[in-house]
């Protein structure tokens, strides 16, 4: 397997998966996708039904991931998958359980990771294959993050206690739930090093490129990133895609031809653009319903045609905060498939997209495909909504969702009394309710319960400094850090 960038107009593919692991963007500034998708059938999908049933989950990322690496020996792979996967950060021997609520209704659970948050699922395998990687090259990273929550903590709990790594994340001073506060702070690694910034989440990342721009700062450093745009994140979200589809589908006649649809909560198209692979490959999937909250920007595309960025200061802070994009960074991927790969017409569209800009594929005859030919669905819901929603769900069903699942949830009943799937929904739930305490709260008049796992938090000591907004301090923390 060879990849390629968004943004190569000569369609050559050169790299090597872990040529790509550990950089984020290309040097063009594209994107990394693979120059195809490997496809199954109906007998590798049986296959894989019986690895997950017989060996699990790890043993079925490995296969996955298997038809996308090919410079890792596979029993190295396998080891990875094996260390990234364990009943004991997932709190769960299945990884991600699937829970049957009705008819129509499933949800995928995706958050029963180290940090709560969805985002553990790829970045535990990333703390792995970077390991790996770094090892074999005898080298090491720094990594330079700015987080407004789950990220941040999941990077950090996917890289402490590895010996090859450093890990510097910037938040917003005071503005993360209490919970993700103590989470991040709680971990005590003299290689991670948390700064609270006086400042707001656009604020740190200004410092974060600010600091990533002086490059020879970056060279000595060895800086990098985990950002959601790097190729092995998305790839690992792959296979809980096929899980979710496997358990959705157990038990059924002719279960390999069964579809299901998915119900993703989307902010930058991480998420969902691995459902869009893993559709690509096969999964018999329906429909990709893209569910947003009012930061609309790819509901508004897939209703219009329209990609307008939104400015920071359209970009409204909500309830579901890890949503609150004001441009979808994997959002190019998608297009780059929807206009039939065309490099060139990429770096057009996306390399001046620059605050406020954007495109229109309206009158593009490609546009209609995102429908009929991807599956892809769309909707978006308010603070009012998911409120509602949260409360209804867990009357009807017993079952208490965060705030970013609920979202989910409302565009999928909304998407099945319109009759636009035949297939059940599998909605993704991508955090646990005590991560957003204050939400639950409003929606049912009682704290969330906080799992055994987490109990400890509460009296956790704290590991953060204090920072004025100055990139300067931060280049002298990295520094003094590291020598
Ligand atoms: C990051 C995040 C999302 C959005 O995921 P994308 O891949 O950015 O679309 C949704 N919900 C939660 C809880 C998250 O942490």
Not at 185 to 196: E, I, L, Q
Not at 244 to 262: H, I, M
Not at 285 to 314: C, K, M, P
Request: with cysteine.
């Amino acid at each position: 397997m060879r990849y390629l960038s968004t943004r190569d107009a000569s369609g050559d593919a050169s790299q090597q998966f872990c040529d790509i692991l550990i950089g984020g963007l290309a040097p063009d500034g594209g994107l990394y996708l693979p120059q195809s998708y490997p496809q199954v059938d109906a007998a590798t999908l049986a296959d894989w039904r019986r690895i997950l049933n017989e060996e699990g989950y790890p043993a079925l990322a490995h296969a996955v991931l298997t038809l996308f690496i090919d410079d890792i020996p596979s029993d190295d792979l396998r080891g990875i998958c094996e260390r990234a996967y364990t009943a004991e950060k997932f709190m769960t021997e299945e990884i991600v359980p699937v829970t049957h609520l009705d008819d129509r209704l499933f949800i995928g659970h995706l958050s029963n990771g180290p940090t709560a948050a969805f985002k553990d699922m790829a970045m535990q395998l990333l703390g792995e294959l970077f390991e790996y990687e770094l090892t074999r090259r005898d080298s090491s990273l720094a990594i330079l993050g700015a987080t407004s929550g789950d990220t941040g903590s999941s990077a950090i709990f996917a890289m402490k206690g590895r010996e090859r790594i450093h890990v510097f994340m910037l938040s917003p001073s005071g503005r993360m739930t209490p919970f993700q506060q103590a989470q991040m702070f709680s971990v005590d690694d003299p290689k991670v090093v948390n700064m609270a910034v006086q400042g707001v989440f656009d604020d740190c990342q200004d410092i974060v490129k600010h600091v990533a721009s002086d490059l020879d700062f970056k060279e000595l450093h060895r800086l990098g990133a985990v950002n959601s745009i790097n190729w092995a994140r998305l790839l690992a979200q792959v296979v809980y895609y096929v899980a979710c589809w496997l358990r959705a589908t157990e038990g059924q006649p002719d279960a390999e031809t069964q579809k299901v649809s998915f119900s993703v909560p989307t902010g930058n198209f991480g998420d969902v653009c691995a459902g869009h692979v893993a559709r690509c490959m096969g999964v018999p999937i329906e429909a990709l319903v893209v569910a947003t909250n009012e930061n609309d920007v790819l509901d508004e595309f897939f209703r219009t045609g329209v990609y307008r960025v939104r400015t920071n200061s359209e970009t409204q802070e909500t309830s579901s905060p890890s949503m609150d994009i004001s441009k979808a960074s994997n959002f190019e991927r998608f297009v780059f498939d929807l206009l039939g790969r065309d490099g060139a017409r990429i770096a057009e569209l996306f390399g001046g997209l620059g605050t406020g800009e954007g495109f229109d594929l309206s009158d593009d005859p490609a546009f209609g495909k995102a429908r009929s030919e991807y599956g892809f669905l769309s909707g978006a819901s308010t603070h009012a909504d998911r409120i509602a929603t949260i409360a209804a769900v867990e009357k009807k069903y017993g079952v208490l969702v965060d705030p970013h699942t609920a979202d989910a949830l409302k565009v999928a009943f909304d998407v099945l009394d319109a009759g636009e799937v035949s297939s059940p929904i599998v909605v993704l739930e991508t955090a646990l309710p005590v991560k957003f305490a204050q939400t639950i709260v409003e929606a049912v008049g009682r704290e969330p319960e906080v799992p055994e796992a987490f109990a400890y938090l509460a009296d956790a000591e704290r590991h953060v400094m204090q920072i004025p907004n100055d990139a300067e301090i931060v280049k002298k923390v990295i520094v003094e850090t590291l020598t």
